[in-house]
Structure formats: structure tokens, C-alpha cells
């Protein structure tokens, strides 16, 4: 075992049985390279990755590449979600190295950590057009012993180059009248009118787009469209609910099998947005069923959830992507006549699409053939029009089944380790679903996450940890946790009311204003200034996975002017959104946090509170609920209070809604309530 044997990232446990003398990030790893003269070989992956998987499986495990990489170098290993940090700065070397990224992600530094070459993904043998990993291995140790000061100059333009372009363009004047319609304007450039998404493939779910499309009349038939076909397609499990990375190809049929929190959380809540903007009940649905997957495989028994799924399923001959996931016909007959439902084997064929030919082959295990990856391809309705009307009762019946057959099958592994910033994302989930459902499990599980963050993650001054597994907290907390665990906070909120909770997102939003908030740049920093000095702190604006750090910092800071008429709040979301405004105005996605800021920026001051003891505000809630008002504040809570909407009002069931702080009479009709919230919606 080497040293990542003492780490608690899953993905470096992973590699703790390597023949590779693995270190983790830090400084005493940089400490040998300067004693021994070597530089560092820099591997950063994490634990659901295939790709990652595939290269450790050919290198990393081999003992004869490992002698090479040990001899020549200090080699060390990251888990980019456990350091998002650390991946981001070596990430942009790699881009402006090679113009791409990805993972696993190769990069050699310098002792000093300064990049000097850097790759991706390197096969065992040459091939594609792609040198093999040991042949990498030779040239950049040959180049470092021979032509050192070559090396060290280009290091050190390099570091330098990946400092400038981290730096923000200063910008100045107001953002322009028509912004908001430009970014729709740019989004339907590359919509895909037919399958949905944008571009072709392969298509990311990309629910901050989709969110910031559904508060704009003109973009909402794009959003609700991609989400239509998104549902009918392989990217969602069709069995067990929630949805895998991405799709391959153009269709939304055939995913990347890896489950993310990041993914599945969004989701959630832009599904329960499109229900509200639409009234289907599919999107409902299909929200219902991805937090009943959170809940069943991803929460943690102290509350909190874990980060990711594999997309391999591990059998003895390795890892087969997707095995658990996809079927043959006769395993679909086989699992239905176990349950006594042999007689609808057709139906269900034919609604996910099934056939001998497949449409799904790991092309690393060929021996396990083509299966298919489940969608439906015909909707239930058209099916129930030429079967009967019994057809949705039979399908059910048939998915129950199929899925408890699934539950049997070897599952894929899961990264136990949890993180803040994503934990912020799932609360923010079963908050929204809780509020717009109605459901009150749904407030029990985000509860119980608030409780675990603030027992297990909070320290005393306030500030949070940015990853907890091994019963031990990690790494400083980023500005990613800070914001996206205040923003689920102000959610909890309007779901539950308790005060408690909205204090405690004032608490982080002045930890964000006090270490990661750049007054001179007009923006927000990944990392603090008490933070582990890195070559540059990042400024992120384009939406990765989730909402970017200045997106989530400008959307914190109007909640916390709309709430507390916080000082300074809304010029720092101002500026901070003036700050990227070319980027937005150019952009064909990546930008719908910065863009769903300038809308809230655009929106009217409104307010709705609704005051009395639970019983008597909750038709005036239902009714609330029914309507899409991602812009206003809401508080549905007991009488009094220090928020300044609930000074002043009394209780016994009365609601209250305010424009540009100018209130309307209160109202205990919840029909009247309806009339005026309709005017509020976007």
C-alpha cells in the first residue's frame, strides 16, 4: 500500500494498492521533487470516471510503468472533486497546452509546480495518433534532464500566461437594455429544434440554461422541449429515476452511465420549474422519482449525500460500463416471467425500445455483446390508444418488476465522500419539491441535511469544510460551498419558514463577502485568501457542471437585499454581473447562472409573506405554490420577525404581496392570493 492509503477520497483509495508511490497534493510531495531534482507527474481524476478507470487499469497498475514513473519522478495524485481547486488551475494548462481538457488529466510540473507539458487521457501503446503513456514518460524526463533550462523558461511563461488569462477584463457601464434577449437570441443559434439540447453531440442536460430559459417567455418552449425529449430518452434511468452524466450522441439515447449529485439535484429543480411553467405532470413525475433515487442510493445515514455512481459495473474479468443498466430481449422476458408477467414481454420490448441488435456495446468488453439502453421511443398514450387503456397500468407493473430484477444485479460503485457545494445543490431539491409538491417527507430530508452540514461541516467562526468522509472534515471550504449551501439555505427557508435557517445563509453570505469577494475586480474568487496558495485564484464565470461561483455569488447577494435589504448586496450582484456582460452578450451557453442574475437583476422588487401558524397558511401555500416566481421572496412563517417583509404583520392566515415595496391589502382567500401572484410571475 502507498501513501493514498491514508487518505479518505474513495478515489485515491482506489489507487492505494498501485505499484505507483503515489503522494497526495501537498507541499511536502513538492519537497522530495526539490530533493531529489525530479519533477512531478501530476494525476487527477476521480472516482466515477471511466476513462480513469481505463488508464489505471493500463498503467498505473502495471509494475513496469510504475518502476518508470517512480524512478523519474514524484508522482501525485488528485481527486478533483474533493480539490476543484487544484484541478482548475492545471486544467487551464492543459487547455492552453493542448486546446482541450478532460479527465484523467496528466500534467508535469515543475518542483516549484509550475506546468510544463500536459495530456489527458495516454494509452499503453502507441495508437490514434496518440503517443503511449511510456513514451510520454521518456520524452519529458529526457527534456528535463537535458534541456532543463529550456523547461524551467517555459514553466515560468506558462504559469505566467494561466495568471494573466485568470485575471478579469475590467468592465465598466451598464449592462445593456436587451441583454436577457440576446442570450435567448444565442441559445436558439444552436438549438436542436428536433432532439433538443444544443449542438450536437455529445448533449449535457445543462440545467442552469434550462433554468434561466424557463424565466423568459421567448425561451421557455426550448427549455420545456429538451426536457420532453430528455425524459424520453436512455440519459434518464427509465427504471430507478434520476439521470446519468450525459448523452454520447445527439439523441439523449445512449448516456455516459455515471450518476452525479451535481446532475441529479439540478435537475430536480428544473423539472419542478417547468411543472409549474407548463402544469405537465410528467415533469412532476419525473422530479418525484429522481429524489426518490437520491434518497434510496445517494443519502448518507447522518443526513448528508454522497457525491457520484460509477458508470462501470465491476465483474471479475473488470470494470463493463453500464451492465447494470442495459438489457437483451431475454432478459427481459426472463425478469417479467419471474414476476408472472410474461404476457406483457411485447409491450414492454417495444415501449423501451429493445431489440436483438441493441444499441449499446462497451467497445473495452466486446464479449458481452450489444444490449439495448432503455428509452421510449413511442409515449405511453399513443400505445394505450392502439393496445387499450390498460397499457399504463401493464407498463408500471412491468418497470416495477424489471427494476427489482435490476436491484439483483452487481450495482456500480458509489463515492461515499460528501461534499458541501453539491449538498447545498441537493437541498435546494428536496426544499423547492417540498414547497412546490407539497409533500412534507421532502422538508424532513432537506432538515436533516441543514442539520448534518452545520453538526459535521460548520466550524465555530462560521465558515464550512468543503468535503466530509471517514467521519473526518476536509480541505478549506471554497467559494462553491459557501454560496451553493447558502443559496439550498434560503430554499429551506421558503419552505419551511423557520428564520433559523435564512440567518444562517446571511452568516455564509458574509463569509463569501469577507474572503472570496474582490471589491478592486468587481468579482468573486474560487478559492480564499487564507486558502492554500496555488499559482492563481480562479475567477469562474462559465457554468461547468453547476452554477459558477459568480453566478452563485451575484444570485446570493440579490436573495440576501430581497431578505434583509443586506448593505452592498445588490451593487456586489451588479457588478459582478457587469463584469462578465461581453461574455454574455457573445456566449451560446455556459452563462445561464450570470444570465438567471441579470434577469433577477431586471425583475421587480417583490415579496410575498404569508403569516399564521401552519394550519392557517397552508391553502394560502398551496395556492403560492402553484405559480412560478423564481424572482420573489418568500416567506411563509409565524407572525413577527426581523425579516423587513414580516414587520408589522400580524398572523391568523393572512398573506401579503408586495412590488417595488408597495403592498397590496392581505388577503385569506386563497383564490385572491392566485389573482395577485399571477401578476408576478415572469
Known amino acids: 500500500m502507498n501513501r493514498l492509503a491514508q487518505e479518505s477520497s474513495p478515489y485515491l483509495l482506489q489507487h492505494a494498492d498501485n505499484p505507483v508511490d503515489w503522494w497526495p497534493w501537498g507541499a511536502e510531495a513538492f519537497a522530495e521533487a526539490r530533493r531529489r531534482g525530479v519533477p512531478v507527474l501530476l494525476s487527477v481524476g476521480y472516482s466515477t470516471c471511466h476513462w480513469c478507470h481505463v488508464m489505471a487499469h493500463e498503467s498505473f497498475e502495471n509494475g513496469a510503468t510504475a518502476r518508470v514513473m517512480n524512478e523519474h519522478f514524484v508522482n501525485v495524485k488528485v481527486d478533483r472533486e474533493e480539490r476543484p481547486d487544484v484541478d482548475a488551475v492545471y486544467m487551464a494548462a492543459t487547455q492552453a497546452m493542448t486546446g482541450q481538457g478532460g479527465w484523467p488529466m496528466t500534467v508535469f510540473l515543475t518542483p516549484d509546480a509550475e506546468p510544463f507539458y500536459a495530456g489527458t487521457y495516454f494509452p499503453p501503446q502507441d495508437a490514434h495518433g496518440m503517443p503511449s503513456f511510456l513514451r510520454v514518460l521518456g520524452s519529458v524526463s529526457g527534456a528535463w534532464h537535458g534541456k532543463r533550462d529550456q523547461v524551467l523558461g517555459n514553466a515560468r511563461a506558462l504559469t505566467e500566461h494561466i495568471r494573466e488569462a485568470g485575471q478579469p477584463r475590467a468592465e465598466i457601464g451598464d449592462l445593456p437594455a436587451d441583454l436577457l434577449e440576446r442570450g435567448v437570441a444565442n441559445l436558439r443559434r444552436v438549438f436542436d429544434a428536433d432532439l433538443g439540447g444544443f449542438g450536437g453531440a455529445p448533449k449535457f442536460p445543462a440545467p442552469t440554461t434550462l433554468d434561466f430559459l424557463l424565466t423568459q417567455p421567448g425561451g421557455r418552449d426550448m427549455a420545456l422541449h429538451t426536457l420532453r425529449r430528455m425524459l424520453a430518452g436512455g440519459i434518464h434511468d427509465q427504471l430507478g429515476g434520476g439521470f446519468h452524466r450525459y448523452s454520447v450522441d445527439a439523441q439523449w439515447l ?10 441529479n439535484a439540478q435537475l430536480v429543480r428544473t423539472l419542478l420549474r417547468a411543472y409549474q411553467v407548463s402544469g405537465d405532470e410528467a415533469f412532476a413525475g419525473a422530479a418525484r422519482t ?47 416471467t419471474g414476476a408472472g408477467l410474461e404476457a406483457d414481454t411485447d ?12 444499441n449499446f456495446l462497451d467497445p473495452h468488453r466486446p464479449e458481452y455483446g450489444r444490449r439495448s439502453v432503455l428509452h421510449t421511443p413511442t409515449p405511453a398514450q399513443a400505445l394505450a390508444a392502439e393496445l387499450g387503456d390498460d397499457v399504463p397500468e401493464r407498463l408500471e407493473r412491468a418497470r416495477a418488476a424489471l427494476f427489482a430484477a435490476r436491484q439483483n444485479r452487481t450495482q456500480p460503485g458509489t463515492d461515499d465522500k460528501v461534499l458541501t457545494s453539491w449538498n447545498g445543490l441537493a437541498l435546494t431539491a428536496f426544499a423547492d419539491a417540498a414547497r412546490i409538491l407539497g409533500e412534507p417527507h421532502f422538508l424532513e430530508v432537506a432538515r436533516a441535511n441543514a442539520d448534518f452540514v452545520w453538526r459535521e461541516l460548520r466550524l465555530p467562526g462560521g465558515t464550512l469544510r468543503h468535503t466530509f468522509g471517514g467521519g473526518v472534515a476536509r480541505v478549506e471550504g471554497l467559494m462553491e460551498d459557501h454560496a451553493l449551501y447558502a443559496l439550498g439555505l434560503v430554499a429551506l427557508f421558503q419552505a419551511g419558514g423557520d428564520l433559523a435557517h435564512l440567518n444562517w445563509a446571511r452568516e455564509l453570505w458574509g463569509v463569501v463577502r469577507r474572503d472570496f469577494w474582490d471589491d478592486a475586480a468587481g468579482v468573486f474568487r474560487s478559492t480564499g485568501g487564507r486558502a492554500e496558495p496555488l499559482l492563481t485564484r480562479q475567477v469562474q464565470s462559465f457554468d461547468a457542471a453547476v452554477l459558477s461561483d459568480n453566478a452563485a455569488g451575484a444570485l446570493l447577494a440579490l436573495w440576501m437585499d430581497r431578505s434583509f435589504a443586506e448593505a452592498g448586496a445588490l451593487d456586489v450582484a451588479r457588478r459582478t454581473v457587469q463584469s462578465f456582460r461581453t461574455d454574455m452578450l457573445t456566449a451560446a451557453g455556459g452563462f445561464g447562472g450570470l444570465w438567471q442574475a441579470a434577469a433577477f437583476l431586471e425583475a421587480p422588487h417583490t415579496e410575498v409573506a404569508i403569516v399564521g401558524t401552519p394550519g392557517e397558511r397552508l391553502a394560502l401555500e398551496r395556492a403560492a405554490a402553484q405559480h412560478f416566481l423564481p424572482f420573489t421572496s418568500l416567506a411563509f412563517t409565524q407572525a413577527g420577525g426581523e425579516l423587513p417583509v414580516l414587520e408589522g404583520r400580524g398572523g391568523g392566515g393572512q398573506a401579503y404581496v408586495c412590488v417595488n415595496r408597495a403592498c397590496r391589502l392581505p388577503t385569506r382567500d386563497p383564490a385572491e392570493l392566485a389573482r395577485q401572484l399571477a401578476g408576478l410571475e415572469p
Open 254 to 263: 445512449v448516456p455516459h452511465f455515471e450518476k452525479m449529485l451535481y446532475d
Open 290 to 336: 429522481t429524489l426518490a433515487y437520491l434518497e434510496r442510493e445517494m443519502l448518507a445515514p447522518g443526513g448528508g449525500f454522497y457525491s457520484a455512481q460509477d458508470a462501470d459495473t465491476p465483474t471479475e474479468h473488470g470494470g463493463v460500463e453500464g451492465l447494470t443498466f442495459t438489457w437483451t430481449p431475454a432478459e427481459i422476458r426472463a425478469a417479467l
Open 347 to 358: 409491450l414492454a420490448l417495444r415501449s423501451f425500445g429493445v431489440t436483438d441488435h441493441g
